[in-house]
């Protein structure tokens, strides 16, 4: 059998005993196959229903970061917020069905790639407020739901979010393959500017943008990738989901290229959220600062032969993209 | 020196074939990676261009903002020694003196790797 037929084999095995009735799977396709994890969308049909689902499979080989069950459980989380997120159907830590650890999850219908969902905006002058205000109500809906409530696994900063932030990204210039003044003096900008300890602590997505959305003709469907989900500073979702490098050149329109952060504030106030601006500047700052370092270790993995590969080596020709944001952005601090 | 062609010449070459007849030849996953490598080409056949008088703007904008003399010294070392006067701390009129030779640097690296990327400065979000 080849890898295809065995993990459908293994899908329509595993979903016959969750359900307790005859399975047939159908329509699989392989999303995306990285190192870290693999997507699989298939449709699994009990009796004459059809059910669309995505299963997400961690490669028994790759280094698990966190337990299967940990990724799932923030789904869950998010959803009985009132968050759109997929709804999760089953997860199962046994990798003798599919190779790996796994959750199964509601396929939901609609676009995931950005220049896609830019398409759909230019389409319909309405989508790009809505969707930015939509975005705002449901980063609001997580950011108010009790974190008591996440799992107990859940990464959180030992203190203030603010400051772990500073110092874990201190550690990354200071271990930067070739210095990069440009990093230096924005972390001096932004200990500077730093805000005081947030009011009170949420459970952020981490990576809310413009490639991580299900976005339809109605606006948003649901966030994906939940996996560096973690306690922290509301504000941080926000700032990183006005970062440049997820606007996909629509440059002007601040929120993920498709809205304005005056959407993006009035949605996230509307369900009852408390916009900050000082802090989301710093947050988009930061986040912008973190994605270049993010984007230089992808060349080191490149180079030190842990992750060789064009693409990592590539990033690091964009590190200077990363620099001239985050130049411009804290430019005041400088004048 | 080579013979020609170039290696800005040889790059443009490389970069073609790569975006041409390889890129309608692959899909998905190899697909992507060879329109990654045609735009390493491009980057590098500018690079071929402009990289040594990036450089040497480079050594002059540092050895500026640092108060040193540029002569005999590498945009490298010239780096090291700024981000450990950062580091430091405290000095206001340094971090002043090293956010517009940063900003040119910057843009001298822009012109190689991202053309047109300084296009967007931010103005109408900074508050």
Redesign the interface.
Same mark, same amino acid.
């Given at each position: 059998m080849n890898p295809v037929e065995q993990t459908r084999a293994g899908l329509a095995a595993f979903l016959a005993k969750e359900w307790d009735a005859a399975v047939e799977v159908e329509s699989l396709s392989v999303a995306s196959a990285g190192a870290r994890r693999r997507n699989v969308l298939f449709d699994a049909l009990r009796g004459g229903e059809r059910v669309p689902l995505v299963a997400t499979i961690i490669p028994s080989a790759a280094v698990q970061i966190m337990p299967i069950e940990l990724e799932a459980s923030h789904l869950r989380f998010a959803e009985a917020a009132g968050m759109p997120a997929p709804h999760v159907h089953a997860v199962c830590d046994d990798a003798s069905w599919l190779g790996g650890p796994f959750f199964l999850t509601a396929r939901v219908a609609g676009e995931t790639i950005p220049r896609q969902i830019l398409r759909l905006v230019e389409a319909d002058a309405s989508l790009g407020p809505r969707l930015a205000r939509q975005c705002g109500d449901a980063l609001a809906k997580l950011h108010a739901a009790d974190p008591a409530g996440a799992h107990p696994r859940i990464t959180r900063p030992a203190g203030d979010p603010i400051e772990a932030t500073l110092r874990a990204v201190e550690a990354l210039v200071r271990g930067l393959l070739q210095p990069s003044p440009a990093f230096t003096l924005a972390l001096r900008a932004l200990e500077r500017m730093r805000p005081p300890p947030p009011a009170r602590l949420a459970v952020v997505h981490g990576d809310f943008r413009n490639g991580n959305l299900i976005v339809g003709a109605d606006g948003l469907r649901a966030a994906l990738d939940w996996e560096i989900c973690h306690i922290g500073d509301p504000m941080e979702d926000l700032g990183w989901l006005c970062q440049r490098m997820w606007r996909f050149r629509n440059d002007a329109l601040e929120v993920g290229g498709f809205g304005a952060r005056a959407d993006l504030a009035a949605g996230y106030e509307a369900a009852g959220g408390r916009f900050d601006a000082a802090r989301f500047r710093w947050w988009k700052a930061m986040g912008t600062l973190r994605w270049g370092l993010g984007l230089a270790g992808q060349a080191k993995a490149h180079l030190d032969g842990s992750v060789p590969s064009i693409v990592m080596a590539a990033s690091g020709r964009r590190v200077a993209e990363l620099e001239w944001d985050v130049l411009m952005l804290l430019r005041r601090s400088f004048a | 020196m080579q013979d020609r062609p170039t290696a800005s010449e040889l790059l443009q070459a490389v970069a073609d074939l790569l975006e041409g007849e390889l890129l309608a030849a692959t899909k998905g996953?190899l697909q *992507?990676?060879v329109r990654?490598?045609g735009?390493?080409c491009r980057?590098l056949e500018r690079e071929a261009r402009q990289g040594a008088d990036a450089d040497a703007r480079e050594v002059e904008a540092?050895a500026e903002a640092l108060g040193e003399a540029p002569a005999g010294r590498d945009a /490298?070392s010239l780096? *090291?020694a700024?981000?450990a006067r /950062?580091?430091a701390?405290g000095d206001a009129a340094l971090?002043?003196r090293?956010?517009p030779a940063?900003?040119g640097?910057?843009?001298g690296? /822009?012109a190689i790797?991202?053309p047109g990327?300084?296009a967007?400065?931010?103005t109408?979000? /900074?508050?």
């Open positions: - | 996953g *992507h990676q990654v490598a735009n390493l980057i540092l /490298l780096s *090291h700024l981000v /950062l580091d701390g971090e002043k090293a956010w940063l900003v640097i910057v843009r690296k /822009l790797a991202k990327h300084d967007w400065d931010f109408a979000e /900074l508050d």
